[in-house]
T-cell receptor
Framework: GEDVEQSLFLSVREGDSSVINCTYTDSSSTYLYWYKQEPGAGLQLLTYIFSNMDMKQDQRLTVLLNKKDKHLSLRIADTQTGDSAIYFCAERSDYKLSFGAGTTVTVRA | DVKVTQSSRYLVKRTGEKVFLECVQDMDHENMFWYRQDPGLGLRLIYFSYDVKMKEKGDIPEGYSVSREKKERFSLILESASTNQTSMYLC?????????????FGPGTRLLVL
């Protein structure tokens, strides 16, 4: 079955860049997603990338996809305190999503 | 804006009770999903439904059942709640896959089984 892995914790200083990494196993994945979960809330879609793309940029967010290595990353530029949250990567196969365990990002002053 | 609502934010039940978690979406989405979220495990799919009265097992269906009598509503049922079902339950909906359309999530129900 599908297996998505990501590191559990990341601590970053306010104003620095954050990089969250993810690996996946399903080579037939069509889309890959990044979701954000703030405390006590559901998941909010941040961005996604189609599997035939290498990079996607959306304001402070940059997604990089290395399809050969099945590696996905999310870079957040100029990290702010409001970016403190859990970030999930997910791969889509048909209409099902497989999620990683989530990376808890803590932004320190 | 897509809206997915869940009937309760917090719920406390006793072992052996029958528990109903309700989810409603207002975007006429065909697909609906129930997940549970546990620390360090991420989201695990319990059941999903791709049409009214249709359901399919996810990765961890044991101890759960579902009901989808109307398109907008998807219910998760714990027939006899146990302490290991204490968790955060998330409902999601999505249209049929086209392009990058993804799943939209409700705020979650935090269930405590005593």
């Amino acid at each position: 079955g599908e297996d998505v892995e990501q590191s559990l914790f990341l601590s970053v200083r306010e104003g620095d860049s954050s990089v969250i990494n993810c690996t996946y196993t399903d080579s037939s994945s069509t889309y890959l997603y990044w979701y954000k979960q703030e405390p006590g809330a559901g998941l909010q879609l941040l961005t996604y990338i189609f599997s035939n793309m290498d990079m996607k940029q959306d304001q402070r967010l940059t997604v990089l996809l290395n399809k050969k290595d099945k590696h996905l990353s999310l870079r957040i530029a100029d990290t702010q305190t409001g970016d403190s949250a859990i970030y999930f990567c997910a791969e889509r196969s048909d209409y099902k999503l497989s999620f990683g365990a989530g990376t808890t990002v803590t932004v320190r002053a | 804006d897509v809206k997915v609502t869940q009937s309760s934010r917090y719920l406390v039940k006793r072992t052996g009770e029958k528990v109903f978690l309700e989810c409603v979406q207002d975007m006429d989405h065909e697909n609906m999903f129930w997940y549970r979220q546990d620390p360090g495990l991420g989201l695990r799919l319990i059941y999903f439904s791709y049409d009214v009265k249709m359901k399919e097992k996810g990765d961890i269906p044991e101890g759960y059942s579902v009901s989808r009598e109307k398109k907008e509503r998807f219910s998760l049922i714990l027939e006899s709640a146990s302490t290991n079902q204490t968790s955060m339950y998330l409902c999601a909906s999505s249209p049929r896959p086209r392009g990058g359309e993804t799943q939209y999530f409700g705020p979650g129900t935090r269930l405590l089984v005593l």
